[in-house]
């Protein structure tokens, strides 16, 4: 049974920064490319970052050069470094195969940007 537990989020002030983890289980992980995607209030999710197979990257064009996503296939792991976080960014994250995510969705983790 394929979980994915994302964790890390919390409540931060503008440029400030956080680590999302996110963990999975019962699924072959290196072999899928992966995403990070959020859902603000009233919003639809949207796709903010990539990472393939092979650790190559796309990213949002609102987070390019703030957010930065990889994957320690070891560790069954992938993570999203968030750098000068804006009240844009305020949203649930949650991690998924790449293209829309095929597996179920787990609970998201809350970032909250505000001063």
């Known amino acids: 049974q394929v979980q994915l537990v994302e964790s890390g989020g919390g409540l931060v002030q503008p440029g400030g920064s956080l680590r999302l983890s996110c963990a999975a289980s019962g699924m072959w992980f290196s072999f899928y490319p992966m995403a990070w995607y959020r859902q603000a209030p009233g919003k639809q999710r949207e796709l903010v970052a990539s990472?393939?197979?092979?650790?190559?990257?796309n990213y949002e064009d609102s987070v390019k050069g703030r957010f930065t996503i990889s994957r320690d296939n070891p560790r069954i792991t992938m993570y999203l470094e968030m750098n000068n976080l804006k009240p844009g960014d305020t949203a649930v994250y949650y991690c998924?195969?790449?293209?829309?995510?095929?597996?179920?969705w787990g609970q998201g983790t809350l970032v909250t940007v505000s001063s």
């Open positions: 998924n195969t790449d293209r829309g995510g095929s597996m179920k």
């Open positions: 990472i393939s197979t092979g650790g190559s990257t």
